[in-house]
């Protein structure tokens, strides 16, 4: 079993709509996790960042945590042709430098 | 020139070349990286300098080969690679080596290997 599932998609979708992406992980231990924004031909950006569970609010971003699920959401509200990427989940550990593992990423198409 | 830029873009290489990959960071940061990304595959962490000392090298074969000149600075000198090793390789940077800090990805190189 892998350490972080992400469904690679690609997924499409009318703009407007509300985007959902997920992961799951299996390692009880991460703590931080993070969505990473992909466009083509580029290196990823970050977009959201969130310790522990609970969710963050950012604009039309909000990102979900639940650690007794072992479960990280994505949401996009009022999406936009803009939010076509691949997004990657990525999480760690509570140890420091502890190293970031990332999930295959999921390709998203927002249809004008 | 801002924040993290990588040369080439593109490179086509045949198994018995050798070439460099020249990553750049233009934030002051402490901490740089090596990634692998293949495709439907998660990112790999492949190296680690943290003020110009390697301190994480995952299991990478010889045939790849890092060098941190300084803070500024990262090169991926490759030898004799393999079909298999075609992939983007980014470069990244974080202000220090720790978790908490975000990392600032180059647009990578998009490596051929013939």
């Known amino acids: 079993q892998k350490e972080v599932e992400q469904d690679p998609g690609p997924l499409s979708v009318p703009e407007g709509a509300i985007v959902s992406l997920n992961c799951t992980y299996s390692?009880?231990?991460?703590?931080?996790f993070m969505w990473y924004r992909q466009y083509s031909r580029k290196g990823p950006e970050l977009l959201m960042y969130t310790y522990s569970s609970g969710n963050k609010e950012d604009g039309r971003f909000t990102a979900q945590v639940d650690k007794s699920s072992k479960y990280i959401s994505l949401f996009i509200r009022d999406s936009q042709p803009s939010d076509s990427a691949t997004y990657l989940c990525a999480m760690s550990g509570n140890f420091g430098n502890e190293k970031l593992t990332f999930g295959t990423g999921t390709r998203l198409t927002i249809i004008p | 020139e801002t924040g993290v830029t990588q040369t080439p873009r593109h490179l086509v290489m045949g198994m018995t070349n050798k070439k460099s990959l020249k990553c750049e960071q233009h934030?002051?940061?402490?901490?740089m990286y090596w990634y692998k990304q293949s495709a439907k595959k998660p990112l790999e962490l492949m190296f680690v300098y943290s003020l110009e000392e390697r301190v994480e090298n995952n299991s990478v074969p010889s045939r790849f080969s890092p060098e941190c000149p300084n803070s500024s600075h990262l090169f991926l000198h490759l030898h004799t690679l393999q079909p298999e090793d075609s992939a983007l390789y980014l470069c990244?940077?974080?202000?220090?080596?720790?978790?908490?800090?975000?990392?600032?990805f180059g647009p990578g190189t998009r490596l051929l290997v013939l």
């Open positions: 990244a940077s974080s202000q220090e080596l720790a978790l908490q800090e975000t990392q600032y």
């Open positions: 934030l002051g940061h402490n901490a």
């Open positions: 390692n009880s231990a991460f703590q931080y």
